[in-house]
């Protein structure tokens, strides 16, 4: 166990429906982070929340929403998605967005968009 | 802009060999950090190490050494006498002073073969 923990570790969705992903974290961190990681290509930043606060969006389509309701839990809510969106999503927390400490990183969810 | 290049996408090794994977940045800070992370088949990014800027001096852990070369701009890591267990995706990464956000490489992936 990382201190990061994603559910579901796997997810199956249709292009009209609706879910979310979870992140939780337990290390105390006051920032946390979307990545998407789709095949031969590097991670890609979605998202960056620090203090509860969305501090970076990356150009991401509307189709994907985070939540971040307190500095432990972080969400992305999916809806009519495309199967290009289909990766693994990684969340990861650090101990602030300044200080270059690294991150720590859940397990990820593997999405498929059918 | 920060920029981390992994040129190798899939190495193959024999179990006991010794495995390099070379890593190339480029940044316009003087001070900045540098990372290696593991992603083994489970799928989290698993730290390995972090080293800033003005410490050139390499560094080892059991099997796992660095090699940090500020004059050709690489981060060099090494896996001597390598094992199944090591087979995964290893991906290094750059943040800039002030700023953790990190900016990966594409990653190298690793088959070790029994």
């Known amino acids: 166990e990382t201190g990061v923990t994603q559910t579901p570790r796997h997810l199956v969705m249709g292009m009209t429906n609706k879910k979310s992903l979870k992140c939780e974290q337990h290390?105390?961190?006051?920032?946390m982070y979307w990545y998407k990681q789709s095949a031969k290509k590097p991670l890609e930043l979605m998202f960056v929340y620090s203090l509860e606060e969305r501090v970076e969006n990356n150009s991401v389509p509307s189709r994907f929403s985070p939540e971040c309701p307190n500095s432990s839990h972080l969400f992305l809510h999916l809806h009519t998605l495309q199967p290009e969106d289909s990766a693994l999503y990684l969340c990861a927390s650090s101990q602030d967005i300044w200080i270059s400490s690294g991150y720590t990183f859940g397990s990820g969810t593997r999405l498929t968009v059918v | 802009a920060q920029k981390v290049t992994q040129a190798q996408t899939e190495i193959s090794v024999v179990e006991k060999e010794d495995v390099t994977l070379d890593c190339v940045y480029e940044t316009r800070d003087t001070t900045y950090y540098l990372f290696w992370y593991k992603q083994p088949p489970s799928g989290e990014l698993v730290f390995l190490i972090r080293?800033?800027?003005?410490?050139?001096q390499n560094e080892i852990s059991g099997r796992y050494s660095w090699n940090f070369q500020k004059s050709t701009s690489s981060f060099n890591f090494t896996i001597t006498a390598s094992q199944v267990v090591d087979s995964a995706v290893y991906f290094c990464?750059?943040?800039?002073?002030?700023?953790?956000?990190?900016?990966f490489g594409k990653g190298n992936q690793v088959v070790v073969i029994p």
């Open positions: 990464a750059l943040s800039e002073h002030g700023n953790n956000r990190l900016a």
């Open positions: 080293r800033n800027s003005f410490d050139e």
């Open positions: 290390l105390g961190h006051n920032a």
